[in-house]
């Protein structure tokens, strides 16, 4: 992907089974993207190869109609096969080299990181974005490491401005709804590095209304973003 991505509202998924009731994944999707949700994250922790790779394509071209980006957590192999935009990996999963290596020229490789070390060391192997968090304790992640908090976050951010990596986008995630998402934008930005959004899965997947929520969180984060 060559334009500029706008990571603003980051929708993850989850395939936890409950979180979505009797509604269908795809359609809480589509409805996400009609009220603004301007990056997608695929994120199955229960379902077999096939049903991700099934399920993948079609949210793929879902977000392809919308003109916004889609990535798969974790499995770089199922991105690679279905030539969606990018994956996202943590600490546990394969390396930032190996998933390029896999992808292709042009992709979106985001990392998780919960501390300065974590973070330095993606930025300089070349992650093009950084999921920072976990912010708040929250239910939907279970083997969450740290909780770091808005000044955990702007920890990161300073110290990766300080060492030239300012340049790398950032989203926070965890435990992030509408009500905090003002106060987790504007307290965890650093005087020199600021967030470029949010990354959030329940306070969009487990909404009434998903479209109303996604449009929420976004006139948030637009209302307390720092201009470049
Ligand atoms: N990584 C850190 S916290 C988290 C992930 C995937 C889950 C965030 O879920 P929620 O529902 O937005 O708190
Ligand atoms: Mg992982």
Same mark, same amino acid.
């Given at each position: ?49 096939? /049903?991700?790779?099934?399920? +993948? ?10 003109? #916004? ?37 042009? *992709?979106?490789?985001? /990392? ?9 060391? !993606?930025? *300089? ?7 920072i968090g976990t912010v ?34 950032? #989203?926070c995630i965890g ?14 930005? +650093? ?6 959004? #949010?990354?959030? #899965?329940?306070?969009?997947? !487990? +909404?009434?209304?998903?479209?109303? +929520? ?15």
């Amino acid at each position: 992907m060559t334009a500029p991505v706008d990571y603003s509202t980051y929708l993850v998924t989850d395939s936890t089974p409950g979180i979505l009731g009797d509604r269908d994944l795809c359609q809480v999707v589509e409805a996400a993207l009609q009220g603004g949700v301007t990056i997608v994250q695929y994120r199955d922790k229960h379902s077999s190869r096939d /049903v991700v790779v099934e399920t +993948a394509k079609k949210l793929h071209d879902i977000c392809k109609r919308f003109q #916004v980006p889609f990535l798969i957590n974790d499995q770089v192999d199922v991105a690679a096969e279905i030539g969606c935009d990018g994956a996202h990996i943590g600490q546990d999963d394969l390396g930032i080299k190996q998933a390029r290596e896999l992808l292709g020229p042009n *992709k979106i490789i985001g /990392v998780t990181a919960s501390s300065v070390e974590e973070a330095l060391q !993606a930025a *300089k192997a070349g992650a093009d974005y950084l999921g920072i968090g976990t912010v708040y304790s929250t239910q939907t992640k279970k083997d969450t490491k740290s909780i770091i908090g808005p000044s955990g976050v702007r920890t990161i951010l300073s110290q990766l401005a300080a060492s030239g990596h300012g340049a790398i986008s950032t #989203v926070c995630i965890g435990g992030i709804n509408i009500s905090n998402t003002q106060q987790v934008m504007t307290q965890s930005s +650093a005087p020199a590095k600021s967030l470029d959004g #949010v990354a959030v #899965v329940s306070a969009i997947i !487990a +909404a009434a209304d998903p479209a109303a +929520a996604a449009g929420e969180l976004s006139s948030k984060v637009l209302t307390a973003k720092v201009p470049d």
